[in-house]
């Protein structure tokens, strides 16, 4: 597990322990083969789930755990973060990764509400 999604992913992680909310993490490295059986069961096992995507979230990771999730059935939520169909701009890593909605404060916002 490499990179700042998965760094985002911890920190969130802890400020959600400290509010009751529990976070699982999975890295999934590429789209096709989307994911193992292993990563299908553990979404199978939860209320909702949260993507994080270093680019656009259409037709990407995103939509393609949005076809796996809708095909387990159980009504499970998705929040997609990534960047929302816009052009890029420049910065650094953490400026941009704030800017479009990928750090973690984006992902305990994302969490919270899927907990309510």
Do not use: W
Request: aromatic letters at 6%; glycine letters at 10%; one cysteine or more.
């Amino acid at each position: 597990y490499t990179g700042p999604f998965y760094e985002a992913a911890l920190q969130a992680r802890e400020i959600l322990a400290a509010k009751g909310i529990s976070l699982k993490i999975l890295d999934i490295p590429s789209i096709k083969p989307f994911a193992d059986e292993a990563a299908v069961e553990a979404v199978r096992d939860t209320k909702a789930v949260i993507t994080i995507e270093d680019h656009n979230v259409v037709g990407g990771f995103g939509s393609a755990a949005c076809e796996s999730i809708c095909n387990i059935g159980g009504g499970v939520k998705v929040i997609r973060l990534g960047a929302q169909d816009n052009f890029g701009k420049s910065g650094t890593p953490a400026e941009l990764l704030a800017k479009y909605g990928m750090d973690a404060a984006a992902i305990v916002a994302a969490a919270e509400k899927l907990s309510k």
